[in-house]
């Protein structure tokens, strides 16, 4: 494998070199299926920022596309994320040596080989004395939604599909995450795959017709379901299939059955997922009626005033789990990690539990 | 798209040309999911040669990979046809210019466009007077089941799969046969991604254990259901996952009941392709019982002591059509293609349908 390394994405750093007292900062960077976010916050943030109704000083955002090395592959994904923090630190007028820590959460991070891989691509980007975690960006997401407390289950539901899971003592779980040959389900990309595979069916009368063909075809300015086989397999992105999700939906609110019923699948697959993780690591307690966070991530979740996905996956969990606290975050995934990296770096006992699990963030 | 030319694979030609007068001979060539096999036979074929019992004059045969364009792309599966092509020339003593037709039979070909590319392409390598036939690789299954008779339905199931059906007067239909994105799920990728997922939802407590895991990270050498994520989405060859397919097939022997739902669900599947295909044409008649062929081809039907997934299918199909003969052709399909060609090429009778819908076999 070719080893992605872009020098010129820094070279802004000659033409204006920060001071050697420039205030230190913090970057967060939260790399999804479909895109990856990079925000730069400063490290001198006082703790009482890390509640739920302060302002958060986020000083600079840049956003690029997708950095899973699984969908992408890792030239690519290396590329994207060298060049999203490059940008959030020019956009801070900051540098590379005002840096004391770095969060990269990133779907596709399922095994510590991949961390390890990562991790070590990264030294050669910054300083020896920058920290440096590597996550799944499902522990980013959590964080976003509990600001900073990883206490709870996320659920992720955009291109991809994950749940994740930490209990105050520190263990962990998680459930689906593992793309869409793997049988995430329930992502957007599941859904959109599914309306088309229903369009094919209705085509060759293995299934009903329904309303998907119309609206898909004219969505994707195709004149015929044949040639939905061409479009499809032209370009393998996992992020481009799932942008048809708002026309399933359309199409489940105008009555279509074959749309509603991917829909309800959809909830049923999201919901095992959560309910997995919740059952592994007891997140209910004994009597299944403890509190946790149940925080809600991705396009797939987002409130709707009809077909609403997120609402039925929290209906069906908090009637198993009366003490699920439903939460959809303020802050992005990417301020998440941010903040899971400023609370290491700063040894403020605000996230007691990193302090008494080091496998909870890994930090190399 | 970069356009392949390889003058390379033809040099052979100019090392030992053919003499003016070398025979006449007739390329067909069978490109599925998983390899590509060309046939060189004499287009000097007495027509008794097409029956049923008399041995073929096969010249030469080549083997290749994959060149199905939407599993590897344009360019290499043009270079792969391209090189296969030539060693079967080269190997039956022959060259270009004794080329009388070239049938390509190929997986992925699903559209006029899809033909037309690639007769454009093919134009390019053969003279003016070659015949050049561009059709599904399942058109040339059939008729190596019927020896060169388009009437019936063909069920490939191996890499992919699909089902294709004419009638005597020259109809068509197909089902199923868009790929592992768009449903086809009793192939042997579909049914290999099936046990990957089972693997993995019985990894993170989503579903029941399975023997499954043992035996196919056995199979792949991996030491955790994590690992397969990484080793899954390294190689996005669908040929790659299919050959999971006996690891299945061993634990439903031995009991394991989610390998057992996993093979009936693709029985469903496949037999589901071929009723709508046999609907649509009325293949069994007015009254349901008329005869005609049932051509079994591919890695998933092949005849097995204990779980037969063709004998399953075969089981669903005659309970319903009890005219459903089933075939298991005595030749390749790529033997089929080349008949297809020489029944064109030599205007004998022998398939009469040709003459009489030339959309059955589209020559450019």
Redesign the interface.
């Known amino acids: 494998m070719k080893r992605y390394r872009s020098s010129e994405v820094w070279d802004f750093e000659m033409a204006s070199p920060a001071s050697s007292g420039s205030a230190d900062v913090i970057l967060g960077l939260d790399g999804s299926a479909s895109d990856t976010v990079c925000v730069c916050i400063s490290a001198a943030m006082p703790s009482f920022a890390c509640r739920l109704d302060a302002p958060l000083p986020v000083l600079s955002r840049a956003v690029s596309g997708c950095s899973n090395h699984?969908?992408v592959g890792e030239t690519t994904a290396r590329e994207t994320i060298e060049k999203v923090m490059a940008e959030a630190l020019w956009k801070a007028g900051s540098n590379r040596s005002a840096v004391r820590a770095v969060c990269l959460a990133l779907a596709g991070v399922?095994?510590p080989?991949?961390q390890e891989r990562t991790h070590y691509w990264l030294r050669n980007i910054f300083p020896d004395h920058v920290k440096i975690f590597v996550e799944n960006d499902a522990v980013a997401a959590l964080a976003s939604g509990t600001m900073g407390k990883l206490h709870g289950c996320v659920l992720i539901a955009g291109t991809g599909t994950i749940a994740y899971g930490f209990t105050e003592d520190g263990r962990e779980?998680?459930?689906?995450g593992?793309?869409?040959?793997?049988?995430d389900w329930g992502s957007g990309y599941g859904i959109s795959?599914?309306a088309?595979?229903a369009i094919?069916?209705a085509h060759?009368?293995?299934g009903p017709q329904t309303l998907l063909t119309y609206e898909i075809l004219n969505m994707v300015r195709l004149s015929?379901p044949?040639?939905?086989?061409?479009w499809?397999?032209a370009d393998?992105s996992w992020a481009r299939?799932a942008k048809l999700l708002p026309a399933v939906v359309s199409c489940a609110e105008a009555g279509d059955e074959v749309a509603n019923k991917i829909l309800h699948d959809s909830v049923l697959e999201l919901s095992?997922?959560v309910k997995?993780?919740v059952?592994?690591l007891e997140l209910c307690g004994q009597d299944g009626k403890d509190y946790f966070p149940l925080v809600m991530v991705g396009g797939v979740l987002e409130e709707n005033d009809s077909w609403d996905i997120g609402k039925e996956v929290i209906d069906s969990i908090t009637k198993i789990y009366p003490g699920a606290h439903p939460v959809r975050p303020k802050v992005e995934p990417a301020v998440g990690a941010a903040l899971l990296a400023w609370n290491n770096v700063t040894r403020k006992n605000y996230v007691s539990n990193i302090e008494t699990d080091c496998d909870m963030l890994k930090c190399f």
């Not at 779980?173 to 689906?176: G, I, K, L, Q």
């Not at 044949?226 to 061409?230: A, K, M, T, V």
């Open positions: 699984n969908s399922n095994h080989s991949d779980a998680r459930a689906a593992a793309g869409p040959i793997l049988g795959a599914r088309l595979t094919m069916r060759d009368g293995r015929s044949d040639e939905l086989i061409g499809t397999y393998p299939i095992a997922s997995a993780v059952q592994r």
